[in-house]
Structure formats: structure tokens, C-alpha cells
């Protein structure tokens, strides 16, 4: 079952600009994933968070975990064109089959 | 470089034609996932091989069987594939350990995009 959804949908900012993504997912987890999907390609791995972390960093990304309020954030600082892409965050899932639950994927278009 | 080789990258078939899509790794990963991804939806996981055992997902269709002869390559064959099977059909892989899967970031192929005539 797919656990994760991201908001908003769809993004369109200029480059340079900085982009936010929000996930909440539904129940408790051991870490929130997320991933970058170029289109028709396959999905790539962007930045893992462990659920007694609340904040990571990787190069232009940051990233928050709140689990009392079972929410995460993705921030894309100092956009660019080739940032354009759809994002999914995506959960393991404590109870139950520890199998990644993707969200549906924010579109994010970066315009030069 | 080591990655997850996904064959062929296109495939059309007819309504009721058995195909096979390919996946191939270097990474030497012991977990090889399979999913569904339909046009702007989320990858949905149809199964997963956790080194030779075969975990089936409970809505995962019995027109979807999988097969993972060694370590490096998974195979995913529909038997009678219908309209509704069209999609991108995506392979990852991740090094896990015995907590469960879901604890380690995936690697994923460029997918097989499915078309049925």
C-alpha cells in the first residue's frame, strides 16, 4: 500500500529559486526515503533520513522529519534546470512487511 | 560502473501474448525488486526476492510471476498480459540485512516501458 503523499503535486519556479516538497506518511517508520525520477528513467536515490534524526543535509538539499506530526520536507535550494524532475518520498513501514511505500510524486519544473 | 541493467527498454505485445522483461546487477546486491509504475502514479511493488526467497506482494496479480535464477538477474513474466498491464516496469535492488527491507536506499534500472497492441 502506498503510504506516502507529497504536497503539492505540481511545482514550476524559476531557477534559483528554492523549491519545497512536503510528505506525510501514515504510520510509524524506521526512515523516509526520497527519491528523483527524470522522465522515463528510473528512480534515483536522493537522501535517507532515520526516524531519531530530524534534520540531513546533501549538497543543495535539505531535508526534515517530523514524526509526531508523521510529516517530512524536501528542500531544493539554488534550483536548477536540471533539477526538473518528479520527486517521491517513500516510507518502510514499521508494523507489518518493512517494504518501501512510495507517496505520489511531486512534478517539479525548474525554468531557466 | 556497477548499476541495474534493465532489457529491452521498450517492449509491445499483444493482448494474451506472454512476455518476459529482464534485469540484470553488478552491484551484487541480495535483495532484487520488481515494480509497476503507470502514467504520473507512484511505483507500486508487485514483488521482491530476498536472496532466493520469493516474497509475492498480497494485490499483485496472479498474471505476474517472477524468477531470479542467481544473484544477478530477476526476471518478470506476465503470462497473459491485458490493456490494463501497459506500464513502466521498474527493477531495483538494495544490500539489506536481516532487520528487513525497506532499510537501505534502492537502486533502480531505467525501466521497461510495456505496451500492449
Known amino acids: 500500500s502506498q503510504q506516502g503523499e507529497e504536497d503539492p503535486q505540481a511545482l514550476s519556479i524559476q531557477e534559483g529559486e528554492n523549491a519545497t516538497m512536503n510528505c506525510s506518511y501514515k504510520t510509524s517508520i524506521n526512515n523516509l526515503q526520497w527519491y528523483r525520477q527524470n522522465s522515463g528513467r528510473g528512480l534515483v536515490h536522493l537522501i535517507l533520513i532515520r526516524s531519531n534524526e530530524r534534520e540531513k543535509h546533501s549538497g543543495r538539499l535539505r531535508v526534515t522529519l517530523d514524526t509526531s506530526k508523521k510529516s517530512s520536507s524536501l528542500l531544493i535550494t539554488a534550483s536548477r534546470a536540471a533539477d526538473t524532475a518528479s520527486y517521491f518520498c517513500a516510507t518502510d513501514s514499521f508494523y507489518g512487511n518493512n517494504r518501501l511505500a512510495f507517496g505520489k510524486g511531486n512534478q517539479v519544473v525548474v525554468i531557466p | ?117
Request: with cysteine; hydrophobic share 30%.
Open chain 2, 1 to 117: 560502473d556497477a548499476m541495474v541493467i534493465q532489457n529491452p527498454r521498450y517492449q509491445v505485445t499483444q493482448f494474451g501474448k506472454p512476455v518476459t522483461l529482464s534485469c540484470s546487477q553488478t552491484l551484487n546486491h541480495n535483495v532484487m525488486y520488481w515494480y509497476q509504475q503507470k502514467s504520473s502514479q507512484a511505483p507500486k511493488l508487485l514483488f521482491h526476492y530476498y536472496d532466493k526467497d520469493f516474497n509475492n506482494e498480497a494485490d499483485t496479480p496472479d498474471n505476474f510471476q517472477s524468477r531470479r535464477p542467481n544473484t544477478s538477474f530477476c526476471f518478470l513474466d506476465i503470462r497473459s498480459p491485458g490493456l490494463g498491464d501497459a506500464a513502466m516496469y521498474l527493477c531495483a535492488t538494495s544490500r539489506e540485512s536481516n532487520t528487513g527491507v525497506g532499510n537501505q536506499p534502492q537502486h533502480f534500472g531505467d525501466g521497461t516501458r510495456l505496451s500492449i497492441l
